[in-house]
């Protein structure tokens, strides 16, 4: 079945530097989307990239697609301390949402 | 303001006794999903609707009924809440534009506890 899997579970960097995460998947998609998450609360919709787009940018965000190795990453260049926050991909295959388990992103200031 | 609405936010219970948690959107929104969130796993689909009366199982459905009478709720129903459904709910809602959902916007959350 469909699974988005990211990569690395947790990432910690210092403020200013770029933070690069992963998503994986299986099988074929519409579109993958990237969320945010602050501790417990909702998820907020980042970007949103479709299968015949290779990348995408959104201020300091930075999103690519390989539809032939069935990856994306996500970039955030010039880290901050509030973009610290946990980040999941989103499988849009047609009918239902897939999402990953995300990456716990920490910022130092 | 556009937004999705879900209540209660927070709410303690105990095994069996039956629970609604409403969720309602003002968007207009065809897509509807309830997800279930728990450590490590990430978010779970647990139920998801294309429309008025359409519902589908998303990955864990057991145990969870919901119902889409009207575009704008989307209420889950736990009929006989266990402790393994203790989690943090979230609803989301999609707009359908051509072949594709896009963007979901959620719901504040519900903290659910089963005693």
């Known amino acids: 079945s469909q699974q988005g899997e990211e990569d690395p579970q947790a990432l910690s960097i210092q403020e200013g530097e770029n933070a690069t995460m992963n998503c994986s998947y299986k099988?074929?998609?519409?579109?993958l989307q990237w969320y945010r998450q602050n501790s417990g609360r909702g998820l907020v919709h980042l970007i949103l990239?479709?299968?015949?787009?290779r990348e995408k940018h959104s201020g300091r965000l930075r999103v690519t697609l390989d539809t032939s190795k069935k990856s994306s990453s996500l970039l955030i260049t010039a880290s901050r301390a509030a973009d610290t926050a946990s980040y999941f991909c989103?499988?849009?295959?047609?009918?239902?949402?897939?999402f990953g388990p995300g990456t716990r992103l920490s910022v130092l200031p | 303001e556009a937004q999705v609405t879900q209540n209660p936010r927070y709410l303690i219970t105990v095994t069996g006794k039956k629970l609604t948690v409403t969720c309602s959107q003002n968007?207009?929104?065809?897509?509807m999903s309830w997800y279930r969130q728990d450590p490590g796993l990430g978010l779970r689909q647990i139920y998801y609707?294309?429309?008025?009366?359409?519902?589908d199982k998303g990955d864990v459905p057991e145990g969870y009924k919901v119902s889409r009478k009207e575009k704008r709720n989307f209420p889950l129903i736990l009929e006989s809440p266990s402790p393994n459904q203790t989690s943090l709910y979230f609803c989301?809602?999609?707009?359908?534009?051509?072949?594709?959902?896009?963007?979901?916007?959620f719901g504040p959350g519900t903290r659910l506890t089963v005693l």
């Open positions: 989301a809602s999609s707009p359908y534009r051509g072949l594709a959902y896009n963007e979901q916007f």
């Open positions: 099988t074929s998609i519409n579109n």
């Open positions: 990239i479709r299968s015949n787009e």
């Open positions: 989103a499988l849009d295959s047609g009918q239902n949402f897939v």
């Open positions: 968007m207009n929104h065809e897509y």
């Open positions: 609707s294309m429309n008025v009366e359409v519902t």
